[in-house]
């Protein structure tokens, strides 16, 4: 059982649009990561939420940690085939361990 | 930039066999770690050291080992490699908590 639930497993959009991944756990992180992995490499840091309700952009990306701790979302407006990737969530169980949830694949068509 | 550098982008070895997967990383970090990743299943912690020497088992050690005699190099071992084995294994360093996690480009391992 992961303690980390990623939804929807995969997404497929066509270029433009927007998508939203979820990833939900019934634990209190003291913080997420979100990590973007491209076929042939590893995965690639994009953000550390660390508060309660943050909401972080990057660019198109908008991410946002719950209120209680418990849950995330990384949202792609106007995506482009170049955010095709597997993306990743990840909590701390302690100082030195990440758990992973288990992803979803986007792929966004040209 | 952090680099983590992993011996091996393919390998194919018989059951039965000794593997060894060698992870160097060469920015300093002291945390280091061994990941694999299979689909539907995310990444998952097989051992991590937090120091020369030392080491932890994560989730799922059994049937691997690690060594690490210097703090840059970081390796796992399947003592005796079973088929269910078969994976991508991803090796990955960081400096300290909330830090970001570096990673190799992973070995595709193969037990045939």
């Known amino acids: 059982t992961q303690l980390l639930e990623q939804s929807p497993q995969f997404l497929s959009i066509q270029e433009g649009e927007n998508l939203t991944v979820y990833c939900n756990s019934s634990s209190v992180f003291s913080s997420l990561q979100w990590y973007r992995q491209e076929p042939g490499e590893g995965p690639v840091l994009l953000v550390t939420?660390?508060?309660?309700?943050e909401v972080k952009k990057l660019k198109r990306l908008t991410f946002q940690f719950g209120d209680a701790r418990k849950d995330s979302s990384l949202h792609i407006t106007a995506a482009q085939p170049g955010d095709t990737g597997l993306y990743l969530c990840?909590?701390?169980?302690?100082?030195?361990?990440?758990?992973f949830g288990a992803g979803t694949t986007v792929t966004v068509r040209a | 930039d952090v680099k983590v550098t992993q011996s091996s982008r393919y390998l194919v070895k018989r059951t039965g066999e000794k593997v060894f997967l060698e992870c160097v990383q060469d920015m300093d970090h002291e945390n280091m770690f061994w990941y694999r990743q299979d689909p539907g299943l995310g990444l998952r912690l097989i051992y991590f050291?937090?120091?020369?020497?030392?080491?932890e088992k994560g989730d799922i050690p059994e049937g691997y080992s690690v060594s690490r005699e210097k703090k840059e190099r970081f390796s796992l071992i399947l003592e005796s490699a079973s088929t269910n084995q078969t994976s991508m294994y991803l090796c990955?360093?960081?400096?300290?908590?909330?830090?970001?996690?570096?990673f190799g480009n992973g070995t595709r391992l193969t037990v045939t």
């Open positions: 990840a909590g701390y169980i302690n100082d030195y361990k990440l758990s």
């Open positions: 050291s937090y120091d020369v020497k030392m080491k």
């Open positions: 990955a360093s960081f400096s300290s908590y909330n830090s970001p996690l570096h």
């Open positions: 939420v660390v508060t309660g309700g």
